[in-house]
């Protein structure tokens, strides 16, 4: 069965930071694409980050330059530290595992809720 637990959630002050973990259980390997999603009330989820199983990566325009996806394959978690959060940041953050073979394996976490407010 696979599992992704999101953690490192929670509120912070504009300018503030937090690191987002998502560890991954069960049949979720380092070939997976690994991405960070947000999805805020009223709105679409939306891409945050992503990097693939070679190391790529790529942001979604509001959040260069402030947030960092990184993983750790030998323990099979990625991170998101994200720096500089400004209120329109606020947004349940997902883990999202996926990988394309014959068949598309996507995968999500239950999501973790990131407030930034004074």
């Known amino acids: 069965q696979v599992q992704l637990v999101e953690s490192g959630g929670g509120l912070v002050q504009p300018g503030g930071f937090l690191r987002l973990s998502c560890a991954a259980s069960g049949s979720i390997s380092s070939s997976y694409t690994m991405g960070w999603y947000r999805q805020a009330p009223g709105k679409q989820r939306e891409l945050v980050a992503r990097i693939t199983s070679g190391g790529s990566t790529n942001y979604a325009d509001s959040v260069k330059g402030r947030f960092t996806i990184s993983r750790e394959n030998a323990k099979n978690t990625v991170y998101l530290q994200m720096n500089s959060l400004r209120p329109e940041d606020t947004a349940v953050y997902y883990c999202?595992?996926?990988?394309?073979?014959?068949?598309?394996?996507?995968?999500w976490g239950q999501g973790t809720q990131v407030t930034v407010s004074s």
């Open positions: 999202n595992a996926r990988r394309v073979t014959t068949t598309l394996h996507n995968y």
